[in-house]
């Protein structure tokens, strides 16, 4: 029976808003009716729709709705007043989420935005556009059963995005918040975890895992560690557009020749400490010491990036750079051309680069984290290296590199099968059916 779902997210264009325009499609091919309703439309699809605030109050409001009004102005003003001032953060977390306690769209409004009351709401990231406060009023208005996608760890921490082994989302952010400076700020964090945890508990907010990692601390969350069960997507890779069926030819597209071993690895912005490059530099240094020459000179490392940190200068094997490909199909004739493919995030909940790498044949090796903690596979479809562990990263390229045609062969065959049974859309569309039953 089909469904009207409503997917919720700041924006529907390039990573974790790229994610939830996925999930737009995959319901919507599943024959379901969709709108996927935004802070800021890029795209020109009709389903998707820019939230819009409609004033419904009535030109002579009763006395008691003009008094609740105020009350509730006054209310929302004063509980989110210490979390809209600007206040210190450390990057690293991305503590975006500020304020769990304000109310910033109108529900009414929302409601005929998208056209009609939905009976299942997926949302994505949703910085600066609405917070779990405001579903749990689009709940109350509708409702409708509440999935949040964690394409990152906000969905239940106290406003970070990555926890950089932080544990607070375990037991509960409190006062003692790395992500902020300022002592007498750290309250921030606690005050906003503990409206997410009761605003989940409310509407019982349910989780879907984006990857391995993030499907693991979900489990471990305070706010969904009672989940009965918890589904991951694992990147939502289309295998029509991202698949081996040129890898044949696909070095002779980009004039690289066969003769040498291509090494790919990009980020939209490597100066990222999330991105961990100065660890795969450092693996690369390390191959440079223990291969002989006549290996060494075979190697070529393609860069995608919009910039590119000026310690690759050291690197001494041949490198090319490339500007970040934003068209999916020269990006998967991309991959396909690559030999094999790095991810040296540290603190990462994806990246999908891994996913789609792996779903064009190009064996990965990463550091254990993001999509890569369940994705790679050991002797299977490439190597895991433990976080920052430099050593480990350069034994698992230099595996790759030293594997027969044969075994290579093998290797991309297993990228492509992972991607098809854990990540694909057809993999996706078994989950969402369990979910909408």
């Known amino acids: 029976m089909s469904k009207k779902i409503l997917i919720l997210s700041t924006g529907d264009l390039n990573g974790a808003y790229e994610a939830m325009y996925k999930v737009a499609h995959i319901l919507k091919n599943m024959g379901h009716e969709v709108v996927m309703c935004v802070k800021y439309k890029t795209k020109n699809e009709e389903f998707i729709k820019a939230y819009s605030h409609q004033s419904s109050v009535p030109a002579n409001p009763g006395l008691l709705r003009t008094i609740t009004n105020k009350v509730k102005a006054k209310l929302t003003t004063a509980s989110s007043s210490q979390a809209k001032k600007n206040f210190s953060t450390d990057s690293k977390y991305s503590f975006l989420s500020k304020d769990e306690l304000s109310e910033n769209i109108n529900v009414e409004s929302l409601i005929k935005t998208v056209g009609f009351t939905p009976d299942f709401i997926f949302t994505g990231m949703t910085i600066d556009f609405l917070n779990s406060t405001d579903l749990l009023n689009i709940y109350n208005a509708t409702q409708a059963k509440i999935f949040n996608i964690t394409v990152d760890m906000n ?97 002779r597209i980009f004039s690289l020749s066969d003769d040498y071993f291509y090494i790919l690895t990009g980020a939209q912005n490597m100066e990222d400490p999330r991105k961990g490059f100065s660890y795969l530099l450092d693996a690369l240094k390390i191959l440079d010491k223990e291969l002989p020459i006549e290996l060494k000179e075979k190697i070529v490392l393609l860069v995608v990036s919009n910039t590119v940190n000026e310690e690759f200068d050291q690197v001494t094997f041949k490198k090319q750079k490339i ?26 909940s994806g990246p999908m680069m891994v996913s789609e790498a792996l779903a064009c ?77």
Not at 394 to 407: H, M, P, Q, V, Y
Not at 423 to 431: D, G, H, L, N
Request: with cysteine; net charge neutral.
């Open 155 to 251: 969905h239940f921490t106290g406003g970070c995005h990555f926890s950089w082994g932080c544990e607070g989302y375990i037991r509960g952010c409190d006062e003692k918040c790395p992500a902020i400076i300022e002592a007498d700020e750290k309250v921030i964090a606690k005050n906003n975890f503990d409206r997410k945890y009761e605003n989940a508990q409310k509407a019982n907010f349910q989780i879907i895992a984006g990857s391995g990692l993030t499907f693991t601390q979900a489990q471990n969350s305070k706010i969904y560690k009672d989940q009965k069960t918890i589904h991951n997507i694992n990147s939502l890779i289309d295998t029509k557009l991202l698949n081996d069926k040129n890898k044949s030819i696909a070095k």
């Open 323 to 348: 500007d970040y490909i934003k068209d999916y199909r020269l990006l998967a004739l991309l991959y396909q051309a690559a030999d094999i493919f790095i991810n040296s995030s540290i603190e990462d």
């Open 361 to 437: 044949g190009t064996p990965v090796v990463g550091f254990d984290t993001g999509v890569v903690t369940n994705m790679v596979i050991d002797d299977y479809n490439g190597y895991k290296a433990p976080v920052k562990d430099s050593r480990k990263l350069a034994e698992g390229i230099r595996k790759i590199f030293e594997l027969s045609k044969d075994s290579y062969t093998v290797f991309s065959k297993n990228a492509v099968r992972q991607v098809q049974e854990f990540s694909s859309y057809e993999y996706a569309e078994r989950i969402f059916s369990k979910i909408l039953e």
